[in-house]
């Protein structure tokens, strides 16, 4: 299939990520794009003119242009002959979105299907949702390719720093010769050279979103910040405006999420040195794109590749600025991603004070929890 003239790729999810992958993927030959999204402005405009293209505004400030081969709502269209399925939907929405294609993946031959970014438990989520279709591959990036921010759908989006190298894993039943597949797959699609991790669970456990946003949440409006229960009088940056507390809390959530590593190393025998504490892993990833990669504090608030990311907020009609709790910080980090580090610590019976304090706090901010990754995480895990 490496070798075939064409590469059939299905990017699932009409977001900042799902966007700017179309428009990357795109640019390498013989890649053919097709775009499955429900997103109603994406739609409307490639009903109205399917010669659209997609605007990626670079760093730089150059552009690609793209246009996907196919742009559809229907899921038999945009992946029922794909060699390769990227899933760039959020995490609360995978469960639905993974059954939903299961019922259309081809069936003569491997389909690739990862997640991009992987976390959240997506090796174990995929195994549970296609379970009537072994011939599906499952892999996972750690993170993003690019970040990307400043969505125009179906029109432009805005390119944030590249990562140096890219790490993908897949899930502990595939072979190593579908491993290596994997890895040559992934590679055809991107510059940066594409590493191959030795247990899913280097993805899982990779500090980011999940402690990086609920952390900052916290120490920006949490019961000790300065705007707890008050309205921000303007939209602010996610990094480059982190509050001093929400640097400490993320500080003592790396240093909890390591002792959980180290945990799970003993527990199942595996080698999760690849797991690096957070401030090591973003300036090994962005590299001279961080200006003072002294501390926490500095590395986030001189990281270039996170200029100009807003937090998410919603204005009140006194013109006052509020987190929004439907975001992906929540709905995906809080409820999926933090949820599983949370339940993985109390099944191993590791102390994590400061994420089980900022866990309590979100979730009940957030309005509670409607759905767990408990539903999918294996209920014999770890043994």
């Known amino acids: 299939m490496i070798n075939a003239p064409t590469l059939k790729v299905a990017v699932v999810g009409g977001g900042r990520t799902g966007h700017l992958n179309a428009v990357l993927l795109k640019q390498r030959p013989g890649v053919h794009v097709s775009l499955l999204t429900q997103h109603p402005q994406v739609l409307t405009v490639y009903g109205r003119d399917a010669s659209q293209s997609i605007t990626a505004w670079l760093p730089d400030g150059s552009a690609l242009q793209a246009r996907p081969d196919v742009v559809s709502e229907d899921p038999h269209l945009a992946v029922g002959d794909a060699d390769v399925v990227v899933i760039t939907v959020p995490a609360h929405v995978r469960p639905a979105v993974l059954k939903r294609l299961a019922a259309c993946l081809p069936t003569h031959k491997p389909v690739f299907v990862g997640a991009i970014p992987g976390f959240c ?21 750690k993170d993003v390719p690019h970040t990307a921010y400043e969505l125009t759908p ?9 990562k140096a190298v890219l790490h993908i894993a897949t899930h502990v039943r595939e072979s190593v010769a579908l491993q290596q597949q994997a890895q040559a797959v992934v590679q055809r699609l991107y510059d940066a050279p594409v590493e191959l991790l030795r247990h899913y669970l280097e993805i899982t456990l990779t500090p980011g979103n999940p402690i990086m946003h609920s952390s900052v949440v916290y120490g920006l409006v949490g019961p000790y910040a300065q705007f707890h229960e008050r309205a921000l009088p303007r939209p602010i940056c996610w990094w480059t405006e982190c509050p001093e507390l929400g640097a400490y809390f993320l500080e003592r959530s790396d240093e909890e999420n390591q002792r959980l590593c180290k945990a799970v190393e003993q527990r199942l025998g595996i080698d999760l040195s690849s797991v690096k504490p957070l401030r090591q892993e973003i300036v090994e990833a962005y590299g001279d794109q961080i200006r003072d990669p002294r501390t926490m504090l500095s590395v986030l608030r001189t990281n270039k590749a996170y200029d100009d990311i807003l937090a998410p907020l919603v204005r009140d009609e006194t013109g006052g600025h509020w987190i929004d709790k439907r975001s992906r910080a929540f709905e995906e980090d809080v409820a999926y991603g933090l949820a599983t580090l949370v339940e993985m610590a109390r099944r191993l019976a590791v102390p994590m004070p400061h994420i089980e304090e900022i866990f309590a706090w979100t979730s009940a901010y957030m309005g509670g929890l409607r759905h767990s990754p408990r539903d999918y995480l294996p209920q014999a895990w770890p043994d």
């Open 154 to 162: 179906g029109a432009s989006v805005r390119m944030g720093g590249p």
């Open 121 to 141: 438990g997506f090796d174990w989520l995929a195994e549970w949702a296609l379970a009537e279709r072994p011939n599906a591959v499952i892999w996972g990036m």
